[in-house]
């Protein structure tokens, strides 16, 4: 909005208004201005929330005993706080000509609306069931498969339907008409394993941060044709703009753990959780980086696996793999407590960002 004031009355050329012309000035505007709203309007969302939600989030029967005497009365739905600010953000600072932006844009409010019904649901029918898998996959994959398809047509068509290798010189897979459903499983299945994360104050919030950052470099490397030849990456043409985005939603959720470190005053719910795995998803999808992303979200992609691997063993042998899934609730039933559990998922994820990283000069 600020952004195309500006170039609309060509002042983008004029000092001090110059540096509007860069995606480095405008991403960190945009992490401030999302970071700052989060801790203006923090207190009373959460306010607000408290009072609509008196008796907070239903806790899980089944889950860790102590979850029901210590977060008894947290409200959820926190995520609307990320998505209010990091939507403003990207609408003030980001180029709203480029096609990224509003497609990134729109799965990631779809996919929070979806969480927000589930979330709507639970406390409305004070349990953990929320909307059926099928309501929720449904809504979950014909986002995803709309996006893939829009991705697929603002991008160059010699990269269009083409997924990147990690480590090799531009070697790229070609999908062909099976792109869109690549796509769209990784969109949703992102959405997903960000949402099985969030378990514990302040998990899953610190590798989304970590995972945006990564691919905000990712998106400004592969988005400058100069940078993506010297590393020898594809280009994509104004997928620079993505790093923008990348910078709203590590401010807004930076700010939002302002309120989520333990002891939480707020969850994110399905709302957000939803929302930002769906938005990785897609920004991973756009650059194409959607293997790398499987590296710098592998705790992610952990987190899922456990779920599957204790359902799919369950059914068949009426026994357990783990003490509980997802992984994090098995180390709780282990004795470790929540803060040991979730600084070493934090240190696990940084890791995981520093080789997803590292995958770009290993070309």
Request: proline share 4%; hydrophobic share 55%.
């Amino acid at each position: 909005m600020l952004y195309d004031l500006i170039t609309r009355f060509g002042l983008e050329y004029l000092s001090p208004f110059n540096l509007f012309r860069y995606i480095t000035f405008r991403a960190g505007a945009a992490c401030f201005t999302a970071f700052f709203l989060s801790l203006w309007i923090g207190p009373y969302i959460i306010a607000k929330l408290h009072k609509i939600q008196r008796d907070g989030q239903p806790i899980r029967a089944l889950g860790p005993e102590r979850h029901i005497k210590e977060k008894a009365g947290t409200p959820t739905m926190g995520g609307i706080m990320m998505l209010l600010t990091l939507t403003l953000s990207i609408l003030l600072w980001s180029d709203l000509s480029n096609g990224f932006i509003w497609i990134v844009l729109f799965v990631t409010l779809g996919f929070g609306l979806i969480g927000f019904f589930d979330d709507y649901q639970k406390l409305a029918k004070r349990n953990t069931d929320g909307l059926s898998k099928r309501t929720r996959l449904g809504g979950e994959f014909l986002i995803s498969i709309v996006a893939a398809f829009a991705l697929q047509y603002i991008t160059p068509p010699d990269i269009a339907n083409q997924v990147a290798l990690p480590f090799f010189q531009n070697l790229m897979i070609p999908l062909g008409y099976f792109f869109p459903i690549f796509g769209m499983v990784v969109i949703a299945g992102f959405g997903n394993a960000v949402n099985f994360t969030d378990g514990l104050d302040g998990l899953a919030i610190v590798p989304v941060v970590i995972a945006f950052l990564v691919f905000a470099l990712i998106a400004y490397i592969v988005g400058n044709a100069v940078f993506a030849k010297y590393l020898f990456l594809h280009f994509v043409p104004q997928s620079g703009e993505l790093g923008i985005f990348c910078a709203a939603v590590i401010g807004a959720g930076l700010g939002f753990l302002w309120f989520n470190a333990p002891p939480a005053s707020v969850f994110m719910g399905d709302t957000g959780s939803l929302a930002l795995g769906g938005a990785l998803g897609t920004v991973a999808v756009a650059v194409k980086h959607e293997l790398v992303l499987c590296i710098v979200g592998g705790l992610f992609v952990v987190e899922t696996l456990s779920v599957i691997i204790q359902v799919a063993w369950y059914k068949r042998t009426k026994t357990r793999v783990f003490l509980m899934a997802p992984l994090h609730h098995h180390f709780e039933k282990k004795g470790l407590s929540e803060s040991k559990i979730v600084i070493r998922f934090w240190i696990v994820a940084i890791m995981l960002g520093l080789i997803g990283l590292a995958t770009l000069k290993l070309r």
